[in-house]
């Protein structure tokens, strides 16, 4: 088998490896429609999943939360991340996820965030194996009730703190608790993100376990995931920070895992790509927010455009459609004309 494959995760087959990460203030629904399908007629991302939901929020129902929930059009395959420290209410949490038929449920255990942390989720559970193991059991729980028992995955960090590497621990009890597949980002919650990501812990849970294992953790290019699969063995990669404005490195490691050839991005690609992804994120909050949110995403989709920092300069004040139109009407060969039905056609 090359390295480019299916993951057979429970019931689930995904058609190939090339996962996008939850990455908490990203993963909205229109991003994850550009990383499926960067650009038209492009195979993107495998499989996708949600930022992060609280499921505190969930069942309060939390309008942002709301908004986090639905599937992208294009989104053929995704899993719904929740996160929580209570078995009870993330069992709650998780039957309430019936009406958005999710293919996967996603546990939290990994995110080192202090306002995460400080409520006993995220990487906190790495600190209590027990507990972990028994919100597995109340999702897997929830997942055969309501939600036709799609399988239940878990995202783990390596430990708490270079004193306290227990990801083994952690990943037996979350597979005997019933996940059916187990993310590892290599570091531990006291790095957060600084050092470098430690792979022969992806390789070592590998070996141990007999459900899959997806690793991340520095992937940054498709050379990276390349090198990931082939050392560590993992099943899947899981793209997170290489993806922010650059949605295309998920069919640039698949022609490379597969030996095809592969055409980057033009610039002029690399802005239509952020102008849809704005179109669609308007449609879901609106577009003022979506204007401010996009700031961000812009600032990364022109990172090594030539002029980029100019651009950006002007985009980050953006705070209209019209207005980002205007901006990127400026660079060469991009011009979108808006059409009465409120569309923008490329000519």
């Known amino acids: 088998m090359g390295l480019y494959h299916p993951v057979s ?56 939360t709301e908004l ?13 991340q929740l996160f929580g420290a209570d078995p009870d209410v993330m069992y709650r949490a998780a039957l309430l996820l019936a009406p958005w038929r999710p293919e996967a449920v996603d546990i939290n ?58 990801y083994r621990e952690c990943g037996r009890i ?7 597949l187990v993310g590892l980002h290599p570091r531990t919650r006291s790095q957060g993100y600084a050092g470098k990501s430690d792979w022969s812990r992806i390789s070592d849970m590998a070996s141990r376990l007999a459900v899959p294992v997806a690793g991340s953790g520095d992937l940054f290019s498709p050379e990276d995931a390349e090198k990931m699969l082939r050392e560590t063995g993992c099943a899947a990669v899981m793209f997170a920070r290489g993806a922010l404005g650059n949605p295309f490195i998920f069919s640039a490691t698949r022609a490379l895992l597969k030996g095809e050839a592969w055409q980057g991005p033009t610039p002029r690609e690399r802005l239509e790509t952020a102008f849809r992804q704005l179109i669609l994120l308007s449609r879901d909050m ?43 009407a400026t660079q060469p060969d991009f011009f979108l004309e808006r059409q009465d039905d409120g569309e923008y056609t490329e000519y």
């Open 174 to 180: 979350a597979v005997e608790a019933g996940a059916a």
């Open 286 to 328: 609106g577009e003022s927010p979506a204007c401010k949110e996009m700031r961000k995403q812009f600032c990364a989709y022109t990172k090594g455009i030539s002029g980029g920092a100019a651009l950006r300069n002007r985009l980050i004040h953006a705070d209209t459609i019209e207005r980002y139109r205007s901006i990127l």
């Open 9 to 64: 995760i429970g019931p689930l087959t995904i058609p190939g490896n090339l996962f996008l990460a939850p990455v908490a203030g990203y993963s909205d629904r229109a991003f994850r429609s550009v990383c499926i399908e960067p650009r038209v007629g492009e195979q993107g991302a495998d499989f996708t999943c949600t930022e992060m939901v609280s499921s505190e929020a969930l069942i309060r129902n939390g309008v942002r």
């Open 109 to 166: 255990c990994g995110c080192p965030v202090p306002k995460v942390v400080k409520t006993g989720a995220g990487s906190a559970l790495m600190r209590s194996p027990e507990r972990l193991g028994h919100i597995v059991e109340a999702v897997v729980k929830a997942s055969k009730e309501t939600l036709g028992d799609v399988p239940v995955t878990v995202k783990l960090r390596s430990g708490w703190d270079a004193a306290s590497l227990n």
């Open 68 to 80: 986090m929930l639905p599937r992208a059009e294009n989104e053929a395959r995704y899993a719904v």
